[in-house]
């Protein structure tokens, strides 16, 4: 089945340590999206790739960095996490059209300590 | 700019009644609607959207919204609940075609909504 993969499910890091979260897909869409979701609060966009174009959301810190090597993987490195950054991290792919489906991975889970 | 009001942080229910996740928005440019579920430790998944034409659209587990344009509003509604539809609810907007943001999604808070038997 075509879908949207996150490893590791679980990352536990620890304070300034930098940490990378990966996402594979086999939909080959060209957009990849990634949310930061907080406990009981709406997914955030960090930023999104439209193929190798790269967006940047604004209140996104420099914290968050991405790579997107190629159309199945997109990563996101963190480079020094912090105690706030603790957080489910939520990968999603769409067709490159308003009114797309976002199909969103299971999430990578991060606990920083 | 978009923003998104779920009027609803968490909605318990018994089985089998009905029940009702509101969700406003505002936006100055014309929008898409969505609503997504995301079940316990998963990611989100979509239950269903309005792009054009009947304001009433319909998933296929009996959930179903109505976009209400002088309200600005995309209600969800279910006749009758299951255990299985304990999840959290997110209504989110897009811009529609001509819009600089394609395929962004801005999403309300969330509503959790818990079925007790």
């Known amino acids: 089945d075509a879908m949207v993969i996150q490893n590791p499910r679980y990352q536990v890091t620890q304070f300034g340590k930098p940490v990378t979260l990966s996402c594979s897909q086999t939909?080959?869409?060209?957009?990849m999206y990634w949310y930061q979701q907080k406990s009981s609060q709406a997914p955030k966009l960090l930023f999104h790739?439209?193929?190798?174009?790269?967006?940047n959301e604004a209140d996104t810190p420099d914290n968050f960095q991405s790579r997107r090597p190629n159309t199945s993987f997109c990563f996101l490195d963190i480079r020094s996490p912090g105690l706030g950054d603790a957080a489910m991290y939520l990968c999603?792919?769409?067709?490159?059209?308003?009114?797309?489906?976002?199909?969103f991975g299971p999430g990578t889970r991060l606990t920083v300590l | 700019a978009q923003s998104v009001t779920q009027l609803d942080s968490q909605v318990p229910v018994f089985e089998e009644a009905p029940v009702e996740l509101r969700c406003n928005y505002s936006?100055?440019?014309?929008?898409?609607l969505f609503w997504y579920v995301q079940y316990p430790n998963q990611g989100l998944q979509l239950l269903l959207k309005?792009?054009?034409?009947?304001?009433l659209v319909e998933s296929i587990n009996g959930f179903e919204a109505e976009f209400n344009k002088s309200q600005t509003s995309f209600h969800l509604r279910k006749p009758s609940v299951h255990i299985s539809d304990t999840a959290e609810y997110f209504c989110?907007?897009?811009?529609?075609?001509?819009?600089?943001?394609?395929?962004?999604?801005?999403f309300g808070q969330g509503t959790i909504l818990t079925v007790h038997p």
């Open positions: 936006s100055s440019v014309s929008v898409y």
């Open positions: 939909l080959n869409h060209n957009v």
């Open positions: 999603a792919t769409s067709r490159p059209h308003s009114g797309s489906e976002q199909f």
């Open positions: 790739y439209y193929d190798k174009d790269f967006n």
């Open positions: 309005y792009l054009s034409g009947s304001t």
């Open positions: 989110a907007v897009s811009e529609s075609p001509g819009g600089t943001s394609y395929g962004k999604l801005t």
